[in-house]
């Protein structure tokens, strides 16, 4: 049975990757931030576990949580918006540091602890980027410190896909497309389970000629 270790499942993209992941018969940690959300990811199938990606502290818990496992699958979800500017508008300290911490902090905090389970199983390690993220890609200044940040996580992948390779692990950032979720809203373009579907199709077919790559959620290979 693999194990499949989701954080950020409390809603949206990472929700569904447990509800699926579960479904098919896969042994699922997820990771929320909410107590209320415990029950629901129990009745999805998954195992919850309480984590908040802004806390250094909450991180370090997870690597006792995680002692002794072996995980195929380590998905990296939780993310932010932020301020929905159309232009140059400077963010404020607050809202810069709420998305940074998010989107960019957390992964680099938790990527060396996930990294030793995922090493383990010689397994896989996806975090969910954005379109938005790549540079030679863009052509709109919308969101611009959404795009930073993801742009700053698609280097962290990079790195750590430098790292890991040597270690048989394969590591990847998706672009999941304009999906409808809070974040994406209801106008977007692609329903939730056919985003993380497309995504799971991916990842089980992916393999080290893969390793650092940036890719569309229906695995076609994306600019940085």
Not at 159 to 170: D, F, K, N
Request: hydrophobic share 40%; charged share 20%.
């Amino acid at each position: 049975m693999s194990t499949i270790l989701v954080i950020g499942a409390s809603r949206g993209i990472g929700r569904e990757f447990a509800r699926q992941y579960a479904a098919d018969g896969a042994r699922v940690i997820a990771t929320h931030r909410h107590p209320g959300d415990t029950r629901s990811l129990r009745e999805a199938g998954a195992r919850p576990l309480q984590l908040d990606v802004d806390s250094a502290e909450s991180i370090a818990g997870l690597g006792w949580h995680l002692d002794g496992e072996r995980v195929d699958v380590a998905l990296l979800v939780a993310g932010i918006y932020g301020p929905r500017t159309s232009d140059l508008t400077p963010p404020s300290d607050e809202e810069f540091g709420a998305v940074m911490r998010t989107n960019l902090l957390a992964p680099m905090r938790l990527i060396p602890i996930v990294s030793q389970s995922v090493v383990a199983a010689h397994g896989k390690l996806a975090v969910i980027s954005s379109l938005m993220g790549s540079i030679g890609m863009a052509k709109s200044t919308a969101g611009w410190l959404y795009r930073a940040s993801k742009a700053g996580l698609n280097s962290v992948l990079k790195s750590t896909s430098l790292e890991l390779g040597a270690h048989g692990v394969v590591c990847v950032a998706f672009n999941p497309g304009w999906v409808r979720t809070d974040m994406g809203g209801a106008g977007a373009d692609l329903d939730v389970r056919e985003s993380v579907g497309s995504m799971r199709r991916v990842l089980g077919a992916i393999n080290s000629s893969h390793n650092g790559k940036f890719l569309n959620y229906d695995g076609v290979q994306l600019e940085w």
